[in-house]
């Protein structure tokens, strides 16, 4: 089961899986360039519960997936790997935004995603995350971290292949 789970972690998600995983909950999808310009959170979120956030790598061609979740009273910046949006900005090599300055956000600082080479977690971590918006990042850490269930990255690939029929890609993962 280790096997099969290291491999399918290997597999990002397509935009079409990110939708069907999260679908339950109230979302959409944003660019880190489409929050230029937005000076308050209720123009990113635009009446959904959860933004699911891709932040694009300067160096490399593969980017980064986060999310942002209201919670009402607050709005959690969720990242697997538990880095605020500032530190995100520099590995990336993006600039960051007035609003995440103007307005901080709550933010996750747990780290999911164990960083290994060929990992393409990050996607898995933000659907499953986005897929339970309505948890605190409290009661999510509990929950995602239980103690019976593998590692988080395990945890969140079996998630994923559960709540999206898996893809023609997965089946080359079964001997």
Not at 35 to 44: D, F, T, Y
């Amino acid at each position: 089961m280790n096997k099969f789970l290291s491999k399918s972690e290997s597999i990002p998600l397509a935009y079409s899986e990110f939708q069907k995983i999260i679908d339950p909950v109230s979302h959409h999808m944003l660019s880190h360039s489409s929050l230029k310009g937005k000076s308050n959170w209720k123009q990113v979120f635009r009446g959904h519960k959860c933004v699911v956030l891709y932040l694009p790598n300067k160096t490399d061609e593969v980017g980064h997936w986060t999310c942002l979740i209201d919670h009402g009273t607050y709005v959690e910046f969720f990242d697997p790997y538990g880095k605020t949006y500032p530190e995100l900005c520099r590995i990336l090599g993006i600039e960051p935004t007035n609003l995440f300055m103007s307005n901080p956000p709550k933010y996750n600082r747990v780290k999911y995603q164990k960083e290994r080479k060929n990992i393409n977690d990050c996607g898995r971590h933000v659907c499953v995350r986005g897929r339970f918006a309505f948890l605190s990042p409290d009661r999510y850490a509990n929950f995602i971290k239980y103690p019976k269930c593998p590692d988080a990255d395990g945890t969140v690939t079996l998630l994923t292949m559960l709540f999206a029929p898996p893809r023609y890609s997965y089946s080359r993962l079964i001997p």
